[in-house]
């Protein structure tokens, strides 16, 4: 599955759940997550989506870590069947 069509189903989900799956876009700082997850009662994630198969590059490897480092959950998704779970894993912190 392509990379487009992840990020459609993460943000339907996301919409399902009464939240918003933002695009996140840092014009002067590369290798940020594609997507921030913001659901109810404040909780926030940030989501790299790829193809299936596909891994993240080394600076965006590197961005994870930085935003983990502060606090924040960030993954990487390649399927769709993942979605629910990262959405329960977010719900639940």
Known sequence: MDEKQIERKLKKAVK???GMC???VSPSFDGVPDRIVLLPQGRIAFV???ATGEEMR???KYRKRQLERLGFLVFCLDNENDIGEIINEIRTV
Do not use: V, Y
Request: net charge positive.
């Open 22 to 24: 933002l695009k996140f």
């Open 16 to 18: 399902n759940c009464g």
């Open 58 to 60: 080394p600076l965006q």
């Open 48 to 50: 790299e989506t790829k």
